[in-house]
């Protein structure tokens, strides 16, 4: 009697559990993406073999037999996680879309930024633009350039913080100091275009590094634009449904003008690496984009119960952070036009 | 009183079994591939666990090699997915 109980409490965990089994592949074959087939077929089917494996140690004839369940039981638990994670992490670099329903894919930013960092750690040493050491002074000034830029931005995204935090006074001192570093860039830039001008490169290398700067310049001029719409800003009041995408938005921004500064740092020191960087440029300026439709929706749902000047200021802040961008991905295809265009005269 | 649980669940195991080859026929990418076989050899390893405490303990011998194998068969297979080996 006490046997046959325990023989059916060791049945009925071996049905729940092959149940469980049958749930997980049902939903591997009826499920619309990786991602979900992934969730599916992780972890309703090791909760399958669990039942299964409980089931079969309450019957399990010898020791030796116990021992074995119990060991392949706790590396499946140990290996299951591991194994789905790496299958989605290949999936999802492997370019694997998602289903049209998914909402939102937080992985996106953190994939753009961990291969910039692969990029910027490979170390290949390849074919430089400016090679001689005059032209490598001159090339220099516009690096410099790119990075009081690159200086002038993220003071500028401490603003814009500020401003999301409600910190008025912080974010008035952070805008003039923008507006003020913005400025001595400019005056660096006058004065770089003035040595390019002058120096003795080929006019083809001449005229694509002006251009480079006047580009670079564009950022920082969208930067100030932004800097002084803060300025304006006194009292007002936003929808703080708004926050968090606005957010997202400048650290998309700050992250597009990173890549794009060791884009340019990288044009003197490796071709390709420049040119693949402002690839990424690219993608993150797409990401930027679908960022700000996303909150221009929900700032049109929210716009009754804001007053003119409010809406009127949190819409610049978007305009603004969306124009450097754009000033970013005009750079980055003048990048990779040098880049290829340099590659090809090997 | 056993065989009566056991055998109903041996069946829906492998009608489960058929649903995962499905998907390892069919699966647009070979990541859905991989995940349809990481799902059939842990399956396969409950079905090894049944059959090994109703018929014989040698079927249980099996279960660990398997379980390693389709471990670093799926990690391998990831990395050269995306790119880091060959």
Redesign the interface.
């Known amino acids: 009697m006490v046997?046959?109980m325990i023989?059916?409490v060791?049945?009925?965990f071996?049905?729940v559990?092959?149940?469980f089994?049958?749930v997980?592949?049902?939903g591997?074959?009826r499920l619309p993406d990786?991602y979900t087939?992934?969730h599916a077929?992780?972890k309703a089917?090791?909760l399958?073999?669990t039942g299964?494996?409980v089931?079969?140690l309450i019957?399990?004839?010898?020791i030796?037999?116990t021992t074995?369940?119990l060991?392949?039981l706790i590396?499946?638990f140990f290996?299951?996680p591991?194994?789905?994670h790496?299958?989605?992490?290949?999936?999802y670099?492997?370019g694997?879309r998602m289903c049209p329903e998914t909402v939102k894919d937080e992985y996106e930013t953190y994939a753009i930024l961990d291969r910039r960092d692969k990029l910027l750690k490979a170390r290949v040493k390849g074919r430089a633009w400016l090679g001689e050491r005059r032209q490598r002074e001159v090339f220099e000034l516009a690096s410099q350039h790119m990075q009081q830029t690159l200086e002038a931005v993220r003071v500028m995204h401490q603003a814009v913080g500020d401003f999301l935090k409600g910190n008025l006074e912080n974010m008035e001192e952070d805008a003039s100091r923008t507006i003020s570093l913005e400025n001595e860039t400019d005056r660096l830039a006058v004065e770089a275009l003035e040595v390019i001008s002058k120096s003795d490169l080929s006019p083809e290398d001449r005229g694509d590094l002006l251009n480079l700067v006047y580009m670079v310049r564009n950022v920082g001029t969208a930067a100030k634009a932004l800097a002084y719409r803060l300025e304006l800003a006194e009292e007002y009041h936003f929808p703080s449904k708004v926050v968090p995408g606005l957010e997202e938005l400048a650290n998309a921004v700050m992250e597009t003008v990173e890549t794009l500064s060791s884009a340019v740092t990288q044009l003197n020191t490796d071709l390709v690496v420049a040119e693949e960087l402002s690839d990424l440029v690219s993608e993150l300026e797409d990401m930027v984009d679908r960022i700000r439709r996303d909150l221009v929706k929900v700032l049109l749902r929210e716009a009754r119960l804001l007053d003119a000047a409010s809406f009127f200021v949190v819409n610049e802040v978007i305009m603004r952070l969306e124009d450097l961008a754009d000033a970013c991905e005009d750079t980055a295809d003048h990048i990779r036009v040098i880049s290829v265009k340099y590659l090809r005269l090997i | 009183?056993?065989e009566?649980?056991?055998w109903?669940?041996?069946l829906?195991?492998i009608?489960?079994?058929i649903?995962?080859f499905?998907?390892l026929a069919k699966g647009p990418?070979?990541?859905?591939q991989?995940?349809?076989y990481?799902?059939l050899s842990?399956?396969s390893?409950?079905?090894f666990?049944?059959v090994?405490?109703l018929v014989d303990?040698l079927f249980?011998?099996a279960?660990?090699p398997l379980?390693?194998v389709?471990?670093v068969a799926?990690?391998l297979?990831?990395?050269f997915?995306?790119?880091e080996v060959g």
């Open positions: 046997e046959a023989q059916a060791a049945g009925s071996m049905l559990g092959s149940f089994a049958l997980g592949s049902l591997l074959v990786l087939r992934l077929g992780s089917v090791t399958g073999v299964l494996a089931g079969s019957i399990a004839p010898s030796s037999a074995k369940i060991l392949a590396f499946i290996t299951a591991i194994t789905s790496a299958i989605g992490r290949a999936g670099y492997s694997e | 009183m056993i009566y649980f056991a109903p669940s041996l829906i195991l009608i489960s079994l649903f995962c499905y998907r990418s070979a990541a859905d991989l995940t349809a990481g799902t842990s399956m390893i409950g079905i666990m049944l090994g405490v303990t249980l011998e279960v660990i379980a390693l389709s471990f799926i990690l297979i990831t990395r997915l995306e790119g």
